[in-house]
């Protein structure tokens, strides 16, 4: 009886999973991850952009006109060397950007080998890797990201690999328990039992049937990762000034705010609106591509 | 029996049966899902006498679970929604009970028992909480009375070593052993009424003829009435008094068990029963199931429900929902064809 | 049981100790010479000589390996080494900033399980209310707000504007409870309110899940009243699932210190990290990490016991 309401839904999801349009076509009735997509597209828009958006340059000093407020000249106002916020926050976008998707990336290229082959193989090969991961785990993120920083030096290429080391013991975890089950398949046994090779299985058979919830962890973790970028560069580590950051703005606005409290809302908010973007669209594509994660993710 | 209005009615349902503890009347429960509108009972009467058996069977989505969770109270609302109807025990129309009466007649003087054994306990109580539960809420019983009599309840369901068993978790039993937890919980405090939803159908074979059995025994001893929901006509002719047949929300053949098993009314009760193994067949026809489908219960076919499927379907059948009629004594029917029917088999 | 707990106790050791060698080896291929925070940025008034006799004596010429293990054993004495920047024992820094970073800790856990387990709790309960989309739709922002954002926001509110919340500083809750109170609200609430989102989603979804279980139907059944229902049923086999999540929180919550300890001058772990990694000051840097993960590690041990003892199923696996 109850089960009338349940045997509803699942069909229109059953043929999402096959067809790459019925994908997108899920994504786009998912309200949320309309308006989070769009505003996605909106901010990468701007930073791709920014130059032909505005006069001004976004290091471009100008003493007597600092601490301006918001103005039909800077929309944003200036800062303490005259510089224009808005320039500066859409050049910013571009780090945020470039940092949550470069992260991802390299997160899923170090979580999902190590995830695959710590269930391939079982073990002492699994015990190894899981407790390396637990050892990660236990470091916390930033305190793990800034020694990482300190090694390798700063940049948007270094902060990208220390938040993506830090985002790919979720994306090998995940990874892992997927290919757990795909091992006891019966399609799964058939192909070793006709003697494919460890890496054909992996490559093959593990990891096709199990990257679903990588896709949909990676999306949420590009909002991880500009949240981790942000709060590095509020402490002036990874990209430094004067390459304008959303987190090395508000930590000149904090040291103002007093003189100009006005500067500490747009690169909030900015980050604010982005990372929920990113959330949005991840729930999105969760509940597209595989509803029973709901919960798990 | 106090208010003004209904005394004639009380009076004269209680000249006409004295025994009846239930009676449904015109019941109807729907429930809003995304597909649709799903009338899933669609004005359902019947009553229960004073220790009836009475079975309600029919195949999965006829509505019979949502009668009986109807009758208990346990529609989840939303998404379903009791729409109209009576639903009179012990004088009192259920539907139009406080939350606190209904709380005060569940367990107390009707206990229900479901399907599934594996996931119907909660699995973070021990056994022996859970049965003194309902002790302590209606009888009102100390926390050690309570697990005193909880104890007794265990031996009498026959589970062995039933004081160690207090101490158990849920996951430690079988399913068997679990529904006799059911069992002994549904009747701690002597209900007048005990509803057992496919109570034995997730059983191993062995086990479901024993918790039956046990189930019946109980009964009897405490005087309490039994409804039966199963979908399996062989539990039917073995402990039924009478018999309901719900097809697509309605009742479509009522009657006392041996009569409908005898003689059924409607076509749909005769391939229920012709799909049973080796009871009312000898040995010479193979199994038969009956062809096609449940009907989408968001978009019943026109007239009767069972038409599409129905061997002795007419043009009639196709346009008018039958109702139901007296095909016997104490045997009602909701077939257009009846008579053919009934004359070819 | 005991075999379970044995083997996780085994597990976390070794995890303890991958986390000293990694960090010990990661921590010395920074490419800045610590020397210098011994001796300042540009050696000024050091010999050559002077520096290597310094080096020697921080013990900064023998092979690495060698320096583990001498500084496992140092470490297991208590001995933890001096620091470079100012040459006092670094279990005594430590050990004087661990009380504000542990209250702060606490403050900000208590502020996320308070706030996120009745608000995800009741919101589950009124289904699809305006108490439900509201608790849903705050908890939306509350988990991609930056912290260090929302701390800005309410040092300008409640500092600047208002007037009302000292901005900076710290004092020990126990040496004054009133100003105590008043300084770690703003910190502590910063630092909570992520996890207080993360644990609203969970425990709503998972009282949701609970609410529809088949023994809540048949406790329902017994005539059980719906708040017991809620109470003794419900409540406790929904927040198994959240109880996970609370260990993996002390991790968040540590590294979110970091920011949110600057920003306050909280004199904590997290505001030494800073100063110490810029500096490169390995034995506190060893130190501070070792503290965090070991914290880290306790807490899920923990949760893990306290799991296994809520949920029987796991008690007698």
Same mark, same amino acid.
Not at chain 1, 63 to 82: A, I, K, Q, V, W
Not at chain 1, 266 to 275: N, R, S
């Given at each position: ?9 699942? #069909?229109?999801?059953?043929?999402? @999973? ?50 301006? @407020? ?110 757990? #089950? ?23 058979? &593990?990891?096709? =049937? ?37 987190? =090395? ?5 904090? *040291? ?42 | ?30 429930? @809003? ?14 009553? !229960? ?46 539907? *139009? ?5 209904? *709380? ?10 479901? *399907?599934?054994?594996?996931? #119907? ?51 430690? &039993? ?12 549904? &009747? ?29 025994? !109980? ?127 | ?198 644990? &609203? ?117």
């Amino acid at each position: 009886m109850v089960k009338t309401s349940d045997s509803v839904e699942p #069909s229109s999801v059953d043929t999402a @999973r096959i067809q790459l349009p019925y994908w997108l076509a899920g994504l786009l009735r998912h309200r949320l991850s309309v308006i989070g997509g769009s505003f996605i597209l909106f901010v990468a828009f701007l930073a791709v952009f920014a130059p032909l958006l505005t006069g001004f340059e976004p290091t471009e000093v100008d003493p007597p006109n600092r601490f301006l @407020r918001p103005s039909f000249e800077h929309l944003l106002g200036t800062d303490y060397l005259g510089r224009d916020q808005f320039t500066r926050l859409i050049y910013g976008a571009r780090i945020s950007m470039v940092v949550g998707i470069f992260s991802v990336v390299i997160a899923s290229f170090i979580g999902v080998p190590l995830g695959l082959t710590a269930a391939h193989f079982g073990g002492w090969t699994d015990s190894a890797i899981m407790r390396f991961i637990d050892a990660k785990l236990s470091i916390p993120g930033l305190i793990l990201a800034m020694m990482l920083l300190l090694m390798l030096g700063g940049g948007v290429l270094t902060v990208s690999i220390a938040l993506g080391i830090n985002l790919s013991s979720a994306q090998a975890r995940l990874i892992r328990s997927q290919a757990l #089950s795909v091992k006891e398949r019966e399609y799964f046994h058939a192909a070793r039992a006709m003697g494919t090779s460890n890496w054909r299985l992996i490559l093959l058979h &593990m990891m096709p =049937n199990s990257i679903q919830p990588v896709i949909v962890q990676a999306s949420l973790g590009v909002g991880f990762a500009i949240l981790g970028e942000a709060s590095l560069s509020f402490l002036g580590l990874g990209v430094t000034p004067p390459t304008p950051t959303w987190g =090395n703005m508000l930590s000149l606005a904090f *040291q103002y705010m007093r003189s100009a409290p006005y500067l500490l809302f747009a690169p909030g908010v900015a980050i604010l609106l982005l990372v929920m973007s990113f959330s949005f669209v991840g729930d999105g594509l969760r509940d597209v591509l595989d509803p029973r994660l709901k919960g798990k993710i | 029996m106090t208010t003004q209005t209904n005394t004639e009615n009380d009076a004269a349902a209680s000249a006409d049966s004295a025994s009846t503890i239930l009676e449904v009347k015109n019941l109807s429960t729907q429930f @809003r899902t995304r597909a649709g509108l799903v009338k899933a009972v669609d004005d359902v009467s019947f009553s !229960v006498k004073e220790r009836e058996v009475l079975a309600i069977v029919g195949e999965s989505g006829c509505g019979k679970s949502v009668t009986a969770l109807s009758v208990m109270g346990l529609i989840p609302t939303p998404p379903g929604e009791i729409v109209g109807g009576e639903i009179m025990f012990g004088g009192k129309d259920l539907l *139009q009970a406080s939350d606190d009466e209904m *709380q005060e007649i569940r367990g107390g003087q009707m206990g229900m028992i479901f *399907q599934e054994p594996m996931t #119907s306990l909660n699995p973070v109580m021990t056994i022996g909480k859970q049965v003194a539960e309902p002790l302590r809420i209606h009888l009102g019983l100390s926390k050690a009375a309570a697990r005193v009599r909880a104890g007794e309840l265990l031996s009498l369901v026959g589970l062995p070593d039933p004081l160690e068993k207090l101490d158990d978790y849920p996951h430690q &039993m079988s399913g068997g052993q679990r529904q006799r937890v059911m069992i002994a919980m549904a &009747m701690s405090c002597e209900p007048k009424l005990l509803i057992a939803d496919e109570a034995t159908t997730a059983l191993d074979v062995t086990v479901q003829a024993q918790v039956l059995e046990l189930l019946i025994r !109980v009964a009897e001893e405490f005087g309490t009435a039994l409804i039966i929901i199963t979908h399996n006509l062989g539990i039917v002719a073995r402990y039924a008094h009478r018999v309901n047949v719900m097809y697509a929300g309605k009742i479509r053949e009522s009657g006392t068990a041996a009569d409908v098993y005898k003689n059924p009314g409607h076509p749909y009760t005769a391939g229920l029963l012709s799909s049973v193994p080796s009871l009312m067949q000898s040995t010479s026809g193979k199994l038969q199931s009956i062809e096609g489908e449940i009907p989408d219960l968001t978009d019943l076919p026109s007239g009767c429900a069972f038409g599409p499927r129905c061997p002795y379907v007419q043009d009639r059948c196709r346009l008018e929902d039958p109702p139901l009629e007296n095909v016997g004594d104490d045997h009602i029917s909701a077939c257009w064809e009846s008579a053919q029917f009934r004359g070819t088999t | 049981m005991t075999r379970y707990l044995l083997s996780r106790l085994g597990q976390s050791i070794v995890v303890f100790l991958i986390v000293s060698v990694v960090v010990f080896f990661a921590v010395r291929t920074v490419p800045q010479d610590p020397i210098y925070a011994l001796v300042g940025e540009d050696a000024e008034g050091y010999t050559p000589a002077q520096i290597e006799t310094i080096r020697e004596e921080f013990g900064l010429n023998r092979p690495l390996p060698v320096q583990y293990m001498s500084w496992v054993g140092d470490a297991l004495k208590g001995d933890w080494g001096l620091s470079f920047q100012n040459k006092l024992p670094v279990i005594d820094l430590i050990k004087k900033r661990i009380p504000f970073t542990l209250t702060l800790a606490v403050g900000a856990m208590a502020i996320s399980i308070v706030f996120g387990i009745s608000t995800g709790v009741i919101a589950a309960l009124t289904r699809n209310s305006k108490w439900d989309m509201m608790a849903t739709g705050s908890a939306m922002f509350a988990v991609a707000v930056p912290e260090f954002w929302l701390a800005l926001m309410m040092i300008l509110f409640f500092g600047v504007t208002l007037g009302i919340l000292p901005v900076y500083g710290a004092v020990l809750i126990w040496d004054d409870p009133i100003e105590g109170f008043r300084l770690l609200i703003m910190p502590a609430f910063a630092l909570g309110i992520g996890g207080a989102a993360t644990l &609203m989603r969970q425990s709503r979804s998972s009282m949701l899940e609970t609410m529809g279980e088949d023994y809540i139907r048949t406790a329902r059944s017994k005539g059980v009243k719906e708040k017991t229902v809620i109470i003794v049923h419900a409540l406790r086999n929904s927040l198994l699932p959240v109880v996970t999540i609370l260990g993996l929180r002390i991790g968040r919550v540590l590294g979110g210190a970091v920011v949110i300890e600057t920003m306050f001058s909280w004199p904590g772990l997290g505001q030494l990290a800073v100063s110490s990694l810029q500096k490169a000051d390995y034995p506190v840097i060893m130190a501070i990490v070792m503290f965090s993960s070991a914290a880290v590690i306790i807490a899920n041990f923990v949760t893990d016991i306290a799991y296994s003892y809520i949920d029987p199923r796991i008690r007698y696996a």
